[in-house]
């Protein structure tokens, strides 16, 4: 399936933005690379990551994982 990815972007929390060929977007993050959510549009990618930060972000501090 990575061939079918294009990388569109990453924040600086690790989330990444793939464009696959459909046109939608695919979001993952780096400490969690298996789970990943597919939306219609970029600000929806974007939506996504802003939706999972926080939980990594808790995670981490806590040492959760």
Same mark, same amino acid.
Request: overall charge positive.
């Given at each position: 399936?990575?061939?079918?990815?294009? #990388?569109?972007?990453?924040?600086?929390?690790?989330?990444?933005? #793939?464009?696959?060929?459909?046109?939608?977007?695919?979001?993952?993050?780096?400490?969690?690379?298996?789970?990943?959510?597919?939306?219609?549009?970029?600000?929806?990618?974007?939506?996504?990551?802003?939706?999972?930060?926080?939980? #990594?972000?808790?995670?981490?501090?806590?040492?959760?994982?």
């Amino acid at each position: 399936m990575a061939s079918d990815l294009s #990388f569109v972007n990453s924040t600086g929390s690790g989330c990444q933005i #793939f464009r696959d060929r459909l046109g939608c977007y695919v979001v993952s993050h780096e400490l969690r690379p298996g789970q990943r959510a597919v939306r219609p549009t970029l600000a929806g990618a974007y939506a996504a990551c802003q939706g999972w930060e926080p939980r #990594f972000q808790a995670e981490t501090a806590g040492g959760g994982g």
